[in-house]
Structures are given as structure tokens and as C-alpha cells.
């Protein structure tokens, strides 16, 4: 009968250390993860913007590309203007003409210079194969139209298993169905909501 209570002790002590040990583990593995997948995510839509960059440099009207194909047919196939000024338009001195000299480069060749696969742009790292929401527009603000855009996504689509709210009790800034982004429909602003 003592050996039996013995094991049964036993047995309770061992699945007691197990309940310790898995609610350390737990808390560690989410914010690794969280962090791992938030950093990817942060990293795809910097690239993003960068591209959004390039393709409103390719656009005489300054606008943004408000789809992925707009987006990549652009970065595939337009052309970046750069301007060489020839004379010194900031001195006063200067008695010469200014004359100004446009050549441009294939945007390919930028993107191509950067690393980046124009194909795979638009997907959420680790949320098998979803894309990014893209939207531009032009916008009247402060008595001027300006060009916007918006890209993002809520933390949900990419934080696997850890996208339920129950993970708040972790960290109680998580919220899963929060939008990471960048820009802003309402207002001129290209900033990462990552980036406060």
C-alpha cells in the first residue's frame, strides 16, 4: 500500500514539474515567435514601401500603384527618370545657362540591384500564401491633392497558432486582429505603424 502512494505521489510531483516547466516555456516561445514572425513582416513591408518609391518615381504624376500587378508590371517594365543639372541654380553668382539633362534607368535593374523577387513582394511571410492589402488613392488635404497609400495587414493572418487573443495574458499590448501598415488613406504619410 506505501509503495502504491509512493508512485502515486510520485507520479503528481513529476506532472506538477511538467505544469511548471511548459508554463515558463510557454511565454518564452510565444514572444520568440511573435517577434520572429512581427520582424519578417516589418521587413517584407519596408521593401514594400521601398517599391512603392519606385514606382511613383516612375509615374510622372507621383502616384502610388494601388495593385500588385500595376505594382510589379511597373517595377518590371518602367523607367526611372534622373535629372543632372549642368550650372549652379542656387548661386547667385553663377552667369552661365543652367541647362538640365534627363537620362533614365530600367526599374528593373534598381529592383534587381536590391535582391528582391518582384514575384513574391505581395505575400505575408508565414501566412502560406496571403497577400498584403494595397490600396491608393488621391485625396484633397490641407487644400492640395496629394497621392496616399495604405499596405497592411492584421497580425492574425501571419501569427499562426499564436493569433488567438488568449496570448494577450503573455503580453497585454498583443491584439491579433490589430493592423500592422504602412501609410495612411486619410493623410500624406508613409511611416510603418511599427515604426512609433
Known amino acids: 500500500m506505501r509503495l502504491i502512494i509512493n508512485l502515486i505521489l510520485l507520479a503528481l510531483v513529476a ?10 516555456r510557454e511565454p518564452i516561445a510565444f514572444k520568440a515567435e511573435k517577434d520572429r514572425r512581427e520582424t519578417a513582416v516589418v521587413d517584407q513591408l519596408m521593401k514594400i514601401r521601398q517599391a512603392q518609391e519606385i514606382y511613383r518615381s516612375c509615374n510622372t504624376e507621383g502616384a502610388f500603384a494601388g495593385s500588385w500587378d500595376d505594382l510589379k508590371t511597373t517595377l518590371q517594365t518602367g523607367r526611372i527618370p534622373f535629372i543632372k ?10 552667369e ?18 536590391l535582391g528582391w523577387n518582384i514575384d513574391s513582394l505581395q505575400y505575408i511571410p508565414y501566412s502560406g500564401g496571403k497577400s498584403f492589402d494595397i490600396k491608393a488613392d488621391t485625396l484633397s488635404y490641407q487644400k492640395t491633392l496629394v497621392n496616399v497609400v495604405e499596405v497592411g495587414t492584421s497580425r492574425k493572418s501571419f501569427m499562426g497558432k499564436y493569433a488567438s487573443p488568449e496570448y494577450r495574458r503573455y503580453d497585454v499590448a498583443y491584439e491579433p486582429n490589430s493592423v500592422i501598415k504602412f501609410g495612411d488613406m486619410n493623410k500624406p504619410n508613409l511611416s510603418g505603424n511599427w515604426e512609433r
Open 85 to 94: 543639372v549642368i550650372g549652379d541654380p542656387d548661386d547667385p553668382n553663377f
Open 96 to 113: 552661365g545657362e543652367i541647362t538640365y539633362d534627363t537620362s533614365y534607368v530600367a526599374a528593373a535593374d534598381s529592383v534587381r540591384s
Open 15 to 24: 506532472f506538477l514539474v511538467y505544469l511548471l516547466v511548459q508554463s515558463i
